[in-house]
């Protein structure tokens, strides 16, 4: 039976019209029955009733979908989720650009890019340099943290560009030399970074910059807010100098850190 629409009145008309074709093709011409033509009222209440059945058809509605709601539970997971992958990629571009350092620094014969031992640190000098900067500075940066385990030396990019490695190594081993014209007489202890994240967290725009990160021992991009409070100075300084002035501009810079970096009396002040 069609949906609003009584057939039961035409059944065996209907019956016979299924089943004719099949009776058909199990007789020969002699012995198949014949079809008894409906007259013209019948074939129109068929119609009319298949018509019917159809606009009715059409008719039906589905029900309104409903809007699709997030379970707030499973919101937070996921959220926990893209916050994990996030600080899972940058960990990974962190430990790639120190891999790739360390594997530069053994191909150039330089010394290892780090004090042996690291001491407690409370806070993180960091230094922000350039190729283009002055070689006698560069020297003179390189001297004044030499086995400093509280510093790093950050660099934007490779040298060249990140395709151009040997360069960068090459600029490195000679910033990093105690007499600038004879690779053999040894080398400075400066941990140096290449780290261009570093730089837009913490805004820098020039060379040297000096900012002091307190509470960092390490540089990570997980808490970019340890970097926003954090004072840059500019210009060319003393280490310690520089220190000072980011104290006094409200950077929490612990009075035995700048003294660390002052030149004991036997030191020539350059």
């Known amino acids: 039976?069609?949906?609003?629409?009584?057939?039961?009145?035409?059944?065996?008309?209907?019956?016979?019209?299924?089943?004719?074709?099949?009776?058909?093709?199990?007789?020969?011409?002699?012995?198949?029955?014949?079809?008894?033509?409906?007259?013209?009222?019948?074939?129109?209440?068929?119609?009319?009733?298949?018509?019917?059945?159809?606009?009715?058809?059409?008719?039906?509605?589905?029900?309104?979908?409903?809007?699709?709601?997030?379970?707030?539970?499973?919101?937070?997971?996921?959220?926990?989720?893209?916050?994990?992958?996030?600080?899972?990629?940058?960990?990974?571009?962190?430990?790639?650009?120190?891999?790739?350092?360390?594997?530069?620094?053994?191909?150039?014969?330089?010394?290892?890019?780090?004090?042996?031992?690291?001491?407690?640190?409370?806070?993180?000098?960091?230094?922000?340099?350039?190729?283009?900067?002055?070689?006698?500075?560069?020297?003179d940066y390189m001297a004044q943290l030499d086995g400093k385990a509280d510093a790093v030396m950050v660099l934007r990019g490779f040298v060249g560009g990140a395709r151009q490695v040997r360069p960068t190594g090459q600029f490195l081993e000679q910033a990093a030399r105690i007499d600038p014209t004879d690779r053999d007489r040894g080398h400075r202890v400066v941990k140096v970074l290449i780290d261009p994240l570093l730089f837009r967290n913490l805004g820098i725009d020039r060379v040297p910059a000096l900012a002091y990160l307190d509470g960092v021992t390490e540089i990570a991009h997980c808490n970019d807010e340890d970097y926003e409070a954090a004072v840059i100075v500019y210009g060319a300084s003393r280490i310690d100098a520089a220190l000072e002035l980011a104290r006094a501009n409200g950077a929490p810079v612990p009075e035995a850190v700048i003294v660390n970096y002052r030149p004991k009396r036997w030191e020539t002040i350059q």
């Open 1 to 139: 039976m069609l949906r609003g629409v009584d057939l039961r009145p035409y059944r065996s008309l209907l019956v016979l019209m299924l089943m004719a074709p099949l009776l058909a093709l199990g007789a020969d011409d002699a012995t198949a029955p014949r079809m008894v033509e409906p007259d013209g009222e019948t074939r129109r209440a068929v119609k009319e009733a298949a018509r019917q059945a159809l606009s009715r058809a059409k008719e039906i509605t589905l029900p309104e979908s409903v809007p699709y709601q997030l379970d707030p539970l499973a919101e937070q997971h996921a959220k926990a989720a893209a916050d994990h992958a996030k600080a899972r990629g940058i960990s990974e571009l962190d430990r790639m650009f120190e891999e790739r350092t360390r594997a530069l620094a053994a191909e150039l014969g330089v010394p290892k890019v780090g004090p042996e031992s690291e001491a407690e640190i409370s806070g993180l000098v960091v230094l922000a340099i350039s190729s283009s900067m002055p070689r006698n500075m560069l020297a």
